[in-house]
C-alpha cells in the first residue's frame, strides 16, 4: 500500500488560529488604539444619535413619496421619528 504523504502546508482550522492570534497581538499593541479611541468617543458622545435621526428621516421621506404613509397623521410621523432617534441598541 502507498503512504499518503503529509502537506506541509497548514490546513484552514491551523491559519484561522494564526491569523486570531495575529489580530489580538495588534490590538493590544499602541498602534491599534486610535481604533479604541473612536469607538469610546463614538459611545460617549451620543451613541449614533444623528445617524439614527437621518435615517428615519429619509425613510420617512421615501415612504411618504411612495404613497404608504398616506393615512398616517404627520404628527405620528414626528413621533415614530423621535421614537426611533433616541432609541439605543447597546
Do not use: T
Amino acid at each position: 500500500m502507498a503512504k499518503k504523504k503529509k502537506s506541509k502546508e497548514p490546513g484552514w482550522e491551523k491559519i484561522g488560529a494564526m491569523v486570531g492570534k495575529k489580530i489580538a497581538k495588534e490590538i493590544e499593541k499602541e498602534e491599534c488604539s486610535p481604533w479604541s479611541k473612536v469607538n469610546a468617543y463614538h459611545r460617549e458622545c451620543g451613541g449614533g444619535f444623528f445617524g439614527r435621526l437621518l435615517f428615519i428621516i429619509g425613510l420617512l421621506v421615501a415612504l411618504n413619496m411612495m404613497g404608504m404613509l398616506k393615512e398616517v397623521n404627520i404628527w405620528i410621523q414626528v413621533l415614530i421619528g423621535a421614537g426611533f432617534s433616541l432609541m439605543r441598541l447597546d
